[in-house]
């Protein structure tokens, strides 16, 4: 009874805010005896418009990457950052 461990992504959630997504990934670390998931640890990160897609390894995290984050959805992103940048800016005195 050997086990073994596989890295699977096993939720994938779209989020919209303020013009733009953001992506939220839980990827799974599984530990399977005899065919059974015996333990399971997860690890979640986030994903920006502004994302290097380069850092991307997993191919359905990067499909759905692709289809959401538009030019539109870059420049929404980048004008909401930009914005809450000059409002959290001390005032000229």
Known sequence: MTITKKQVVDKIEVTA????YHISVREAEQFIEDGKVVAKKNHRYGLEPNTDT???TDPLVQDVFSAIMSDEVKAAHLSAMEKQEAELAPEPE
């Open 17 to 20: 805010t303020n013009g733009y």
């Open 54 to 56: 380069s850092q991307i």
